[in-house]
């Protein structure tokens, strides 16, 4: 069964420093995996994706993330973290050789402060 | 991508009480999704409604509860039967295009539903 931890609840990180909001997926198969960004109130915004190819994807909002085969991990980071950024944080993974449903992992909040 | 909206965008309803909720694509997909996120959880799938066939659930969630139409590939509708206080959740429809390039999700603006 496919699964998806993000090992941390909250996260918090000062204005303009780096940061990363951890994942770890479990797939049988090949996976796909992707970030989503939910703000307040909305619904969930596409952030990235890995598909195949460079382990390094870029993304929305100066994100991205790498995919580490080896550590079953797709870590999403930014260079410099902005304000804006705070919102909650969700990682998803399908195989893809399983139609397109997703496992969403539990969320991660990142507060940025100023 | 696809611009997706839902209505109503949020309610208030009484326990017993059924509530429908629209979903409306841009444009044609093939995949609709509905998923639910109960109060600081995250993202569960309720059914698969694909245009042209019978709704697929996923385990702990039946069509007497969550019965679901998909009556072209711009539209489809949730309804939220029988409500009780635990039905208190947003409910999200997602959309998904097929073919490769297209394996990307996207999420409507939810529903925020509040059962007394």
């Known amino acids: 069964a496919q699964s998806v931890a993000q090992p941390e609840d909250q996260v918090n990180v000062a204005e303009g420093n780096p940061l990363t909001v951890k994942c770890t997926y479990s797939?049988?198969?090949?996976?796909?995996l992707f970030w989503y960004v939910q703000y307040p109130n909305r619904g969930l915004q596409f952030l990235l994706k890995y598909i195949t190819g460079d382990n390094l994807v870029k993304g929305s909002y100066g994100f991205e993330a790498e995919f580490n085969k080896s550590q079953t991990s797709f870590h999403l980071k930014k260079p410099s973290a902005l304000v804006s950024d705070s919102a909650l944080y969700f990682c998803a993974v399908r195989p893809d050789n399983y139609g397109q449903n997703f496992v969403f992992g539990p969320g991660t909040r990142l507060s940025v402060l100023p | 991508s696809a611009v997706i909206s839902q209505k109503p965008s949020r309610d208030i309803c009484q326990r017993g009480t059924s509530l429908t909720i629209q979903c409306q694509v841009d444009?044609?997909?093939?995949?609709m999704f509905w998923y639910r996120q109960q109060p600081g959880q995250s993202l569960t799938l309720i059914a698969t409604a694909n245009q042209g066939s019978e709704a697929t659930y996923e385990s702990g969630f039946v069509i007497d509860k969550f019965p679901i139409s998909r009556p072209n590939l711009t539209f489809s509708t949730l309804t939220v039967s029988n409500m009780s206080p635990e039905d208190s959740s947003i409910y999200l429809c997602?959309?998904?295009?097929?073919?490769?390039?297209?394996?990307?999700?996207?999420f409507g603006p939810g529903t925020r539903l509040l059962v007394l």
């Open positions: 797939v049988s198969g090949n996976p796909y």
């Open positions: 997602s959309v998904a295009f097929t073919g490769q390039g297209k394996e990307t999700q996207y």
């Open positions: 444009s044609q997909v093939t995949m």
